[in-house]
T-cell receptor, first 114, second 111 residues
Framework: GENVEQHPSTLSVQEGDSAVIKCTYS??????FPWYKQELGKGPQLIID?????GEKKDQRIAVTLNKTAKHFSLHITETQPEDSAVYFC?????????????FGKGTKLSVKP | GAGVSQSPSNKVTEKGKDVELRCDPI?????LYWYRQSLGQGLEFLIY????????KSGLPSDRFSAERTGGSVSTLTIQRTQQEDSAVYLC?????????FGPGTRLTVL
């Protein structure tokens, strides 16, 4: 079955710097890759997703890139702010995410220092 | 609109007791998922309901775990004869098609 690995497990950056979180997946059939942000005591919230027919997607300060050949995808956050501090999870799914469960990475705890 | 809600938010129980966790999905969402999140870990898939189809139970860790979804809406996750290793946050998500929307979770502590 699918296996998703996520690095780093913790990341500390200075406010205004960029943060990059990387994930690799094992199942070449995976075609949907969402990223979730989880704040303390809350459920994960979708922040951006990408499907396998595109290589990059941007939404303001957040971007995701996908390399299908290498089977890895990354989250890029620019101009980080203290409110970006949270745990970020990557995930992968087949069937475009419309059926079946997501396989999650173990998460990255991002700390943005003012 | 209202998001996914879960109850209770916290549950403390004694080893060996049964517990029921409830999930109210977003109205109209056909898919419903249960995940388990242990301390400092990622989300572990438990079970998935899609419409009137038979649920995908492939993630349930043992036969002490079961779930049902009544009328295609509310879902209940039941854990029988709880063990200390069942302590975790249990998250429910619903989906209209692609995106999964998560509830706040139920933190279960088994003493």
């Amino acid at each position: 079955g699918e296996n998703v690995e996520q690095h780093p497990s913790t990341l500390s950056v200075q406010e205004g710097d960029s943060a990059v979180i990387k994930c690799t997946y094992s199942d070449s059939a995976s075609n949907y890759f969402p990223w979730y942000k989880q704040e303390l005591g809350k459920g994960p919230q979708l922040i951006i997703d990408i499907r396998s027919n595109v290589g990059e997607k941007k939404d303001q300060r957040i971007a995701v890139t996908l390399n299908k050949t290498a089977k890895h995808f990354s989250l890029h956050i620019t101009e980080t702010q203290p409110e970006d501090s949270a745990v970020y999870f990557c995930a992968a799914s087949t069937n475009g995410g419309s059926q079946g469960n997501l396989i999650f990475g173990k998460g990255t705890k991002l700390s943005v220092k003012p | 609109g209202a998001g996914v809600s879960q109850s209770p938010s916290n549950k403390v129980t004694e080893k060996g007791k049964d517990v029921e966790l409830r999930c109210d999905p977003i109205s109209g969402h056909t898919a419903l998922y249960w995940y388990r999140q242990s301390l400092g870990q990622g989300l572990e898939f438990l079970i998935y309901f899609q419409g009137n189809s038979a649920p995908d139970k492939s993630g349930l860790p043992s036969d002490r775990f079961s779930a049902e979804r009544t009328g295609g809406s509310v879902s209940t996750l039941t854990i029988q004869r709880t063990q200390q290793e069942d302590s975790a946050v249990y998250l429910c998500a619903s989906s209209p098609r692609y995106t999964q929307y998560f509830g706040p979770g139920t933190r279960l502590t088994v003493l």
